[in-house]
Every structure is written in C-alpha cells, then in structure tokens.
C-alpha cells in the first residue's frame, strides 16, 4: 500500500540507525577508555566484582605501606644492635686489660676512662635509633605491628628488645667502671653475658625483618595478580574493538543510505498523478 502517513521502510531503517549509532557509541567508549566494562551499566555483576578486588588492591598498597614502616624499624634496631655488639667487645677487651694484675694505676685509669666512654655511646646509639618516632630497642614500647591483609583483620608482630643499660639484655650497668683488676674481670664477665644475650636479640629482630620482607614480597604477588584478575575481568580487547569500529562505520553509512531511500519513497507517490 503506498501511503504519505506512514512510512514504514523509514522507521525500519531509523531504529536500525539508532541501533548502530549506539553500538558505535559503546566501542568508541571502549576505545577511550581501554575497558570493556567502565561503569555499572555495561555489566552490573562484573563491575561489582571488580570494584572489590580494587578496594583489595587498594587495601594491599596500605599493606605494604605498612610493612615498609615495620622493616625501616626493625632495621634500625638491628643496626643499633649491631653497633652496640661491637662497642661491648671493645669494652671487653678494655675490662680484660684492665684485670691484668701486673698493670699500673695510671694504665689502669685510662683504659678505665675509654671504658667508660664506650659504655655511655651504648646510651647515645640506644636513644637515637629510632625510624618515624618508634624506637624498639629503648622499652618504650612492647612491640610493633603491621598490617598483613587488605581488611586489617591480621597483623605481623615484632617485640621489643631493650638493649638500655642494665636492661635484661645488656646487663652492663650505666654506671660500670673498674679500679681494680678484679673489678675489670668482674666487668669482663658482665661483658660476656650481654655479648650472648645480645646476639640472641639480634636474631629474634633479624627473624621480625626477614619475616616482614617475605610477607611484603607475597602481597606484592598477591595484588599484581588481583590486577591481572580486574584485567581480565573489565579490559576491552582493542584489536577486536577496532575491527568492529571499522564494521559500525560502514553499517552506519549503510543505515543512512536506507534511510535515506526510505524517506524519498513517499515521494514516489507522485507518479501516480502525473
């Protein structure tokens, strides 16, 4: 039937148009954006799923933060520790010098004051050997923590040890000196004890900071791969994007020609008049 009131073939060809004009919007947008799922309504479950394994990741980057502020600390305890160790055999080897009974007072007395010299610098290096604020080898703290999940439901643990003087560790008294040769062998002793305790310290601080590093190089895994999943999950594939933006553009034009000859076909209409 040929009729000016309704076209038929041109709204045919216009919802076709339509349609492909929103195709053509939605790779574009892929194309942008590098994401075949950007936003809720292009697959409301999947970009769900990928909006929380990127809080995850979220969560892990403050992980490793945290983890990062945990080692810093650790570290510098350790390298306190250390030095503190080598002070102590310093002093020993001053304490045993100084219990030799044939020496002379005068001898006696300058070993004695470089004795006490190195016994304070445990003092100077144990107040100094903090990281952020937080010094672990002091008592002013019973431990640190780090986070160790995205939720911080768990966290890693690392105790104090404090190395101050006349602590359970190093049991050098802050006032030891010697004036005697008994005295120095009786220092010499004390020397020994905090050398064994002291070692025993730097392993448990040493055991602390390798175990942060291994749980850090794990979180690092653990979210790449969760970046991968989110890939996998919401990334457009641009090769097969651009080849079906090359398709649109041609359906497009094809659309507006038939819409084109739809629209002039009422005007045929006039031939019948002629």
Known sequence: MAT??????????????????????????RI???LAVSSAKDN??????????????AG??????SIDLAVSTVDVALAAGEAISDILIEMK?????????????????????????????????????????????DN??????????????NSITVLDENLSLGGGVVTVAATASFGTAAAASTQATAIATSLDNL????ARLGTGSKSLEIHKTFVGKLSDALERGIGNLVDADLAKESARLQSLQVKQQLGIQALSIANSAPSAILGYFR
Do not use: C, P, W
């Open 4 to 29: 000016i009131n309704t076209n038929a073939g041109a709204m045919v060809a216009l919802q076709n148009l339509n349609k492909t004009n929103s195709e053509l919007e939605q790779v574009q947008t």
């Open 32 to 34: 942008n954006t590098g």
């Open 44 to 57: 409301g479950g999947i970009y769900a799923i990928a909006q929380s394994m990127r809080a995850d990741v």
């Open 60 to 65: 892990y980057r403050a992980v490793g933060n």
């Open 93 to 137: 080897e001053k304490a045993l010098a100084g219990a030799d009974s044939s020496l002379d007072t005068a001898s006696r007395t300058a070993l004695n004051e470089d004795f006490k010299a190195l016994r304070d610098q445990i003092s100077t290096i144990v107040s100094n050997a903090e990281f952020n604020g937080t010094n672990l080898i």
């Open 140 to 153: 002013s703290i019973a431990s640190i923590s780090a986070l160790a999940n995205a939720d911080g439901s």
């Open 199 to 202: 070692s025993a310290s730097l």
